[in-house]
């Protein structure tokens, strides 16, 4: 069963950054994506990238966060900078299998303080 792993989540003071990495254990995917979940709030989409290479962003954090991908370690990153304390959530990695259901990680708190 191939699974999603995060990594790099943590504190941060505003104003900083932190990159996130998300790995599969296998798959093919034609997108991955992360998403974020505040306290009491629904799930967000935050940027995904495509098997293209196209990437999407949601608009409260374009120009500060940058999604890439590294194939050959099916990784996917998250770059975040100049983070806000409204940033701060559970971030969860999300992969669209190509023959298979979607999968997602088991999370990865940020929190920023102001």
């Known amino acids: 069963q191939v699974q999603l792993v995060e990594s790099g989540g943590g504190l941060v003071q505003a104003g900083g950054s932190l990159r996130l990495s998300c790995t599969a254990s296998g798959g093919i995917f034609s997108g991955m994506a992360w998403y974020r979940q505040a306290l009491g709030e629904p799930r967000e989409l935050v940027a995904q990238i495509f098997s293209g290479g196209n990437t999407n962003y949601a608009d409260s954090v374009k120009g500060r966060f940058t999604i890439s991908r590294d194939n050959g370690r099916r990784t996917i990153y998250l770059q975040m900078n100049n983070l806000k304390a409204e940033d701060t959530a559970v971030y969860f990695c999300?992969?669209?299998?190509?023959?298979?259901?979607?999968?997602w990680g088991q999370g990865t708190q940020v929190t920023v303080s102001s």
């Open positions: 999300n992969a669209v299998q190509m023959f298979g259901p979607a999968l």
